[in-house]
């Protein structure tokens, strides 16, 4: 036990704002306690006792505790005051007890602050200890305690320091590096998009540099770019210089470089100036909290230990061809053998934090073995996330080529133990990387090899998502802390590779993944953490006894046990003391996260499951299905896999490549079970229906000298396979074990050849072309074949043509003159011999034309009131036979016969069932039991293993009959979906898509939050199956939004997956839910879409028991049906229109005469037009009132589309810009409670105010820092005496003058201040059409606001009073600005010397005041004091830009940052942001009043604005608002000065500054780059504004 008692401090620094509040913190071997914290005392006295249970270990000689001593705040992060190591040398020693009194306290720069600390050590040695030898003892070396305000720095401070003494056990090197891993890694995947970014380096010294009268100066090198600091004397510099760099890159690349930094001696003209150099990994800087100091890139050698990564590689399996097979070829033309198995050369490459290692190549093998184990020396805990195992084909002449890559990821084969919550008392659930032996899964592009170069490389170098399996590697890792590799590669014992080769490793180890129901966790959360309970309190599968375990699955069980108790405590907490569900989401959801991660096993060696979808003989598109999904598990049934014997719907993916990318090819229900074969058995439960395999030849015949025969086939057999080539016999098959044939051969056709054009449409158009011929100029007559189809093929008449059984005619027959033809529908053609038909057709008749035709079309519809039962009919014109025709070997196959076919085939095909005793399990027996041997007697035929899929059975899985079921799909709103028009709009419309069915909602034009509120019915769905396992799973309604496009194909917009609810009776009373569901293009969110399904099963043929149609709108749409759709209350929305800023030009053409267009829940309503957007850009009228039916709920409320419109010439009306407020809730309001005024008064009466009384500001004041009394105070001791620095301030606060509110933010941030938009808000106004990875363009901002609030329906309710009743005057108004600049912090180095010359520029509309000659020279903290005045008409000139440049006497100028303010924000706010309120009235000093109006005359408009009684003010007393005060309370133990105005305006000041004005202060700003806009350049210290009005 090691008892620290904390007794006291002395002589602590002040700080910046006042009294510290201290507060002490002891952190012992990354454990830290604090003491409480006393107020406003600068020697506090604490006496608390700290204690730290050493676990039964012992103290060595390096062990330290890191004191810190901090200003305790209530709100924000605690202040740094100073920090003491010290160590425990002599504890360790023996000495039971050790006083340290006047512990100097040192800086973050370890400077002495002039502060102490005493403190009492006390250590009781674990029992059975033995007492440590004193002459062992090491010192304790340098103390890596930084003291700065890192919380990580402290918990590393307390370990020992840089050098640690060397654990005892490498058990507790382990325990002692696994230490440094304890805070949690963010699991956020990178995004490969570009984005801005800034890197800070700051260079502070070096220590102990080698050499004599050197001058060292450093290089720093980020992302190219390459900074160096000032040159400096001495082997131990102090530089103190911070590098700027900024870049824009994706995170992806950013942080996968490093930052160099290296040492040279500029004294020195010889190769060897480089002194040192080391490389930091980057580390993300958050700067939303603006505590860039704890996050500074620190020296990794400081913190990091050598670790050795011994990756042992065994063997590989299943290498695909990578090598030509040319020499094979000509080896079998020759007679030699061949093996095109084994054409690639392999050798895997290891890579880990830029370091490369390979193994040996092995020539000509597939599976090879190189038994060989590689040694990579790395710094650990690293930044590096993934170590990466890339197997290559090794060329003699060309490069290498990948074969494929996989990544072992650092945090899921080790472990910190930072996940597991509370105290286990166990130092061992962390753990170092370690791995396998397992098996390592490649994937990559297809694995069909071909001469050219693969379009898919990049996948086998792990970047996407690798559509083929390439083959596995068996490996093995282990971490090793004690000594160095002799070699870099070792070949592996041999006793070591029995072992390994011993071990069945195909075996995949699961472990249970918790699954938490469906349910939104906000209204569902109590059933979330029951589940968690339940789901955390079951055990673990038991290790013991099992084969194949790994060290690696012995800690992760370890881990695995310890996270789900501590998760199982805190669900239990929380279940017992939440008391706001929304308050555990947060908590809830990191407990997913952290089993998720659990639940994810490294030491998978099972491949994927890869479905493909082939097309022409290419592999068109794939799904990756993982193993560990659909494995079966005899354990229990919460071991087996996610969908294991469960139906799902996946979606096919094109390769990556080409303009497909958003389409998905095809959608697949399918039921995946993969287990063991022992347990091949367990298959009967999970299957459905009846499987059968069929047997199937072909019959091939060709015709010679008008006779069907053999004799003609030309490398085709007489009976044969699919391709033709392979000879089949129909005696040669067999039946396989636990198979039996059902019935004799017979001729089956190709089932695909008979599916009618209409199958799977509700509608349909039939088509005939009518023909007729001439010669040329002769009349025209009815060709020899009157009736064709499209292709000239004979065909029946349009009146012969009947309407199928189960359809009903829409209309009669009419010709089509929907395409190029003339008025009569006919187009015209030549033949061309040999030709008997024309290839070409035109719409316009010429004298030598000698073909015309017309098509002739008429609808038919789908009865929906008649169940047809298929019945298979005999194609008309179908051979009876069931011969397939060609015109050619290889060509397609048709039905009908023709004129020029000369190949000719059907189909042969016995049917095989499972034996009883098997049943559905038999399918397994199939493997490998039909395939043929090669031909017999000498026939050289190929065989059915050379091609690929040649000898396949077909198996099918045979339903008596489906279920019917009834799809209701109600599609409301979408929100936020991009524009894809030029006019900053789109077209959408739904294409909703069902297993084989699909409907299409009506187009929306012009909306990018488009109301459809339409319901999409889809009848008669069969569905194969169980209906129960439908319910756990049922398939998903896919919904598509695409802009219609008048001219091309329509743009694709985004996708979005809802799955339906399922009710196996009609009549059941559930109502699905309307939720939003995100729209996605690929990875990117396109918006939102408010949508509904409910699968409904048909237990009666007619439907009538089905629920009652939704009403109709537009005589054919069906609408969301009440009970569904929102409930909606008639809502009124005020309109604030104020006016238009900014502006930019629209086709070449300045925006003039603007209108605004406001659209809510399909009202709308126009605003005035703005007769000249130059001279005065307000609206005429500001205000518009609508009413509008609006949700009750929330998050169903439409958004509120702001369009501007600009009135041009001939009635022209574009839309150049628009914005969409998406969320309402912070206009609602309450329209009868107390109102509060917002804005100015109206200008008249301030101004006739202002004329009466001006208070004057010499001319002659120019300098704000100018020395203003007899005494050395002036304008610099108010502003230290604010800061906190009251030595700089002399006796400034003695003579009780007035100090500064300063602000460490703009004033727009200040929470109170509510972002000075009281009055009206600033929308961005957006204009074009989205391009991909960028963001719209911003043309312009609207200033207004909202005020909503709900309406009674009865008539006689009288009207709630309108909100925007008095508002200023929208004219314009001429003011004057003066700029108050006192200084500006760490701005960005800009010379060579890594110094900047900044001086100030103003720019307020056309005009600048630019501060040249009084520019600040070498300086990063310049201070300026200089006061800046300037004329500017309002609104028109409402940003005021100040800006900071950097001065260059040869070159020009370069901009540091600049900040916007918006003047008008602050005119109009009513909180009185033109001109903050003093403490005190002064008419003369450096306080004095600088205000137009007086404080009387500021209280008085102020009770005008509230509609408060005037204030009743007298020499000693003042009534306002009902309350009385005192002049003598108020200044009562207050020290008067000498500056003071009347009584009654101290007065009135005094009651303004409880109104919650805005009081005199000064603001930090941040200058932003024009380049980066949203990157902080450097802070500007601003005093508070004086905005003068009516000048």
């Known amino acids: 036990m090691l008892r620290i008692i904390v007794e006291s401090a002395s002589n602590l620094p002040d700080s910046k704002f006042g009294t510290p509040d201290p507060i002490a913190s002891v952190t012992f071997k990354g454990e830290k306690k604090k003491t409480k914290s006393i107020d406003n005392e600068l020697n506090p006295v604490w006496n608390e006792k700290i204690e730290f249970d050493l676990k039964g270990q012992t103290l060595n000689a390096s062990s330290s505790i890191l004191v810190v001593v901090k200003d305790y705040e209530t709100i924000g992060k605690d202040k740094f005051i100073g920090s003491a190591t010290i160590s425990l040398k002599d504890l360790a020693s023996g000495q039971k007890t050790l006083p340290f009194k006047n512990v100097a306290l040192l800086t973050e720069k370890k400077q002495p602050t002039g502060g102490t600390i005493n403190l009492m050590a006390t250590y009781e040695p674990p029992a059975g200890a033995v ?26 401070a307390g370990d020992g320091g840089g050098t640690p003494g060397a654990p005892s056990t490498p058990r507790q090197a382990a325990a002692h590096v696994s230490k440094r891993l304890r805070k949690k890694k963010s699991k956020r995947l990178l995004s490969n998009k570009p984005q801005d970014f800034q890197i800070r380096v700051r260079i502070i010294s070096a220590r102990q540099l080698p050499g004599n009268n050197i001058k060292p100066v450093v290089k720093v090198t980020v992302c190219n770019q390459t900074h160096r600091t000032r040159i400096r004397r001495g082997n131990n510099p102090y530089f103190d210089e911070i590098f700027f760099y900024n870049v824009t890159q994706s995170p992806e690349e950013l942080f996968d470089s490093s930052i160099l930094i290296r040492v040279y001696n500029s004294f020195s003209l010889r190769s060897d100036s480089l002194m040192g150099e080391f490389k930091v990994e980057k580390k993300g800087v958050n700067e939303e909290n603006d505590d860039v100091e704890s996050n500074l890139l620190l020296p990794a050698g400081l913190s990091l230990r050598w670790v050795t990564f011994l990756l042992k590689v065994y063997r590989a399996e299943d290498i695909p061809q990578m090598d030509d097979a040319f020499a094979e070829t000509m080896k079998s033309i020759f007679g030699a053998g061949s093996d095109k198995k084994n054409l690639v050369d392999p050798y895997v490459e290891v890579g880990f934090a830029g370091k490369k290692l390979c193994t040996k190549i092995i020539e000509k093998n597939a599976n090879p073995e190189w038994n060989q184990a590689i040694n990579l020396q790395v710094k650990f805990p690293s930044m590096c996330e993934r170590l990466s195992l890339t197997l290559f084909d090794w060329d003699r002449m060309t490069r290498n080529d990948a074969i494929g890559t996989a990544f072992l990821y650092l945090s899921r084969i080790a472990s910190s133990g930072g996940e597991v919550e509370g105290d286990t008392g166990d130092e061992e659930v962390g753990f170092l990387p370690a791995f396998g032996p397992c098996y390592v899964n490649f994937y990559g592009s297809p694995r069909e090899y071909t001469g050219f170069a693969d379009p898919y490389e990049d996948l086998n170098y792990g970047k996407g998502e690798g559509v083929a399996y390439r083959g596995r590697i068996l490996v093995e890792l282990i971490t090793k802390l004690e000594g160095n590799p002799e070699k870099k590669l070792e070949d592996i014992p041999s006793d070591d590779v029995l072992v390994v080769q011993e071990k069945n490793l195909t075996v995949l180890k699961t472990a249970i993944q918790a699954k938490v129901g469906e349910e939104r966790l906000a209204e569902l959360w109590l059933k979330v953490i029951e589940q968690i309970i339940e789901d955390c309190s079951q055990p673990l599968p038991k290790l013991e006894g099992k084969s194949n375990v790994t060290q690696l699955d012995l800690k992760i069980l370890k881990l695995r046990k310890s996270t789900l108790e501590g998760i199982l405590d805190s669900a239990k907490r929380t279940r017992m003391e939440a008391e706001d569900p929304k308050e555990s989401i947060d908590d809830i959801e990191d407990w997913l996260e952290r089993l998720k991660s659990l639940a994810e096993e490294p030491q998978n060696s099972m491949p994927d499951v890869i479905v493909w979808m082939i097309c022409d003989e290419k592999r068109v598109a794939y799904a990756r299905i993982p193993a560990h999904e659909v494995l079966y598990s005899t354990t229990s049934e919460e071991a087996c896999g996610q969908y294991s014997g469960k139906t799902q719907t996946i979606f096919l993916k094109y390769l990556e490549g080409g303009n497909k990318s958003f389409k998905i090819p095809i959608q697949l229900r399918v039921r995946f079970w993969l287990g063991l074969s022992t347990v091949e058995s367990k298959f009967n439960s999970f299957s459905e229906g009846t499987f059968s395999v069929f047997s199937e030849l072909y019959e091939n015949q060709a015709q010679l000298l008008g006779k069907w025969g053999t004799s003609g086939l030309v490398g085709r057999q007489k009976f044969s396979d699919v391709t033709g080539k392979i000879k089949l016999k129909k005696e040669s098959f067999m039946p396989p074990r636990g198979w039996e044939w059902e019935g004799n051969w017979i001729v089956d056709p190709e089932k695909s050849l008979l599916t009618e054009a209409d199958a799977g449409h509700t509608e349909f158009i039939d088509e005939v072309y009518e023909n007729n011929s001439r010669y040329p100029g002769a009349e025209w007559k009815v060709a020899e074949e009157p ?104 060509w397609n196959f048709h039905l009908k016969q023709r004129k020029s076919d000369t190949y000719r085939r059907r189909r042969w095909r016995r049917k095989m069932a499972p034996s009883e005793r098997l049943g ?110 439908l319910i756990k799973n049922p398939p998903n309604v896919v919904i598509e939004i695409y802009d219609e496009d008048q001219v091309g194909k329509d743009e694709f917009l985004g996708r979005c997956t809802c799955p339906p609810m399922v009710k196996l009776n009609p009549e059941t009373d559930m109502v699905p839910k309307l939720l939003w569901y995100p729209i996605k293009n690929g990875k990117k969110k396109s918006g939102e879409l408010l949508v509904a399904a409910e699968l409904i099963m048909k237990d009666k043929p007619d439907g009538s028991n089905l629920p009652i149609l939704p009403p109709v709108r537009s005589g054919v749409l069906y609408m969301v049906p009440h009970g569904i759709r929102p409930v909606v209350q008639l809502t009124a929305i005020e309109i604030l229109t104020w006016g238009l800023r900014n502006m930019k030009s629209y086709q070449l053409a300045a925006v003039t005469s603007p209108s605004l267009i406001v659209e809510c829940g399909g009202e709308y309503l126009e605003s005035a037009v703005i007769k000249s957007l130059k001279k005065c850009p307000n609206f005429p009228t500001s205000v518009l009132f609508m009413k509008v039916l609006l949700p009750k709920e929330e998050m169903y409320t439409p958004p509120i589309v702001i369009k501007v419109i600009d009135h041009r010439p001939f009635g022209r009306k574009p839309v150049v810009g628009q914005c969409t407020v998406h969320s309402l809730q912070e206009y609602r309001i309450d329209p009868y409670a107390a109102r509060q005024a917002v804005g100015m ?96 363009s911003v043309v312009g901002e609207f200033k207004g606001s909202f005020k909503i609030y709900p309406l009674s329906d009865d008539p006689n309710v009288q009207t709630p009073p309108r909100q925007f009743a008095e508002l200023p005057d929208s004219g314009a108004q001429e003011c004057l600005v003066r700029i108050y600049v006192v200084r500006a912090i760490d701005l960005q180095p800009k010379d060579n010397n890594g110094k900047c010359d900044p001086y100030v520029k103003i720019t307020l509309g056309k005009k600048s005041i630019e501060d040249r000659d009084n520019y600040i020279p070498k300086t990063l903290n310049p201070v300026f004091g ?51 309120l003093p403490q005190s009235y002064c008419v003369s000093g450096i306080n004095m009043w600088r205000d137009q109006l007086k404080p009387t005359q500021l209280l008085q408009n102020l009770a005008k604005m509230k509609g408060l009684s005037q204030p009743i003010i007298s020499s000693n007393s003042l009534s306002y608002n009902g309350q009385e005060y005192l002049l003598n309370d108020i200044e009562r133990n207050k020290t008067l000065n ?33 380049y980066q806009p949203n990157l902080t350049q450097v802070q500007l210290s601003f005093l508070n504004w004086k905005l003068a009005y009516g000048v």
Request: glycine share 6%; hydrophobic share 30%.
């Open 131 to 156: 007492p440590p030898d004193p002459s062992n003892l090491g010192s304790s070396g340098d103390q890596d305690a930084e003291g700065n305000e890192d919380e990580d720095a402290e918990d590393e």
């Open 787 to 890: 009736y064709t189809d499209l292709n000239g093929e004979k065909s029946s008449s349009k009146e012969e043509i009947e309407c199928p059984p189960g359809w009903n005619w829409l209309d009669d027959w009419e010709y089509d003159v929907n395409r190029a033809v003339d008025e009569h529908g006919w187009e015209y053609g030549i033949t061309v011999p040999p030709d008997d038909k024309p290839k070409s057709w035109v719409s316009t008749e010429k004298m030598y034309h000698t073909h015309r035709r017309r098509r002739w079309v008429r609808r038919r519809k789908k009865d929906d009131q008649q169940t047809v039962q298929p019945v298979k009919s005999q194609t008309p014109g179908q051979d009876l036979e069931g011969w397939e025709y060609a015109s050619l070997i290889g």
């Open 920 to 1029: 559905a399990a038999a399918v397994f027996k199939l493997e490998g039991a039909l395939a043929l041997t090669s031909g017999e007697d000498g026939d050289k035929s190929p065989t059915a293993d050379s091609i690929f899929g040649a000898s396949a059975p077909t198996i099918s899985c045979v339903f008596d009959r489906p279920a019917i079921y009834h799809l209701r799909c109600y599609i409301y709103q979408a929100r936020a979906i991009i524009s894809m028009d030029k006019d900053s709009f789109s077209d959408p419309y739904a294409h909703v898509s069902f297993l084989h069915q699909s409907k299409t909602t009506e187009v929306i034009k012009s909306t990018l939050n488009p109301t459809w509120d339409q319901t999409l019915i889809f009848n008669d769905i069969d569905i194969y199956g169980s209906p129960e396992t």
């Open 1241 to 1336: 008064q109206s200008k008249a009466s301030l101004l006739s105010n202002a004329r009466d009384c001006v208070v004057d500001i010499e001319d002659n004041q120019k300098p704000l820092l100018e020395s203003q009394e007899e005494e050395a105070i002036d304008w610099w001791s108010k502003f230290y005496a604010s800061i906190g620095e009251h030595e700089r301030c002399g006796t400034y606060i003695q003579k009780g003058y007035d100090t500064l509110k300063v602000y460490t933010t703009e004033l727009e941030n200040v929470p109170e201040f509510k972002g000075l938009t009281d009055f009206c808000h600033t929308f961005k106004l957006y204009r074009g059409k989205s391009e991909e990875d960028e963001d719209p």
């Open 1426 to 1476: 200089r006061m800046f005045e300037i004329t500017c008409n309002l609104p028109t000139e409402k940003d005021l830009k100040v800006a900071l440049y950097d001065f260059d006497l040869l070159t020009r100028d370069e901009k540091v940052g600049e900040t916007v303010i918006d003047l008008e924000n602050r005119l109009l706010s009513r909180f009185g942001a033109y001109s903050g």
């Open 1538 to 1570: 000498i500056h003071l105005g009347p009584p009654e305006e101290r007065l009135a000041l005094h009651v303004l500054r409880q109104q919650g004005l805005v009081p005199e202060h000064t603001e930090i700003r941040s200058l932003y780059s024009t």
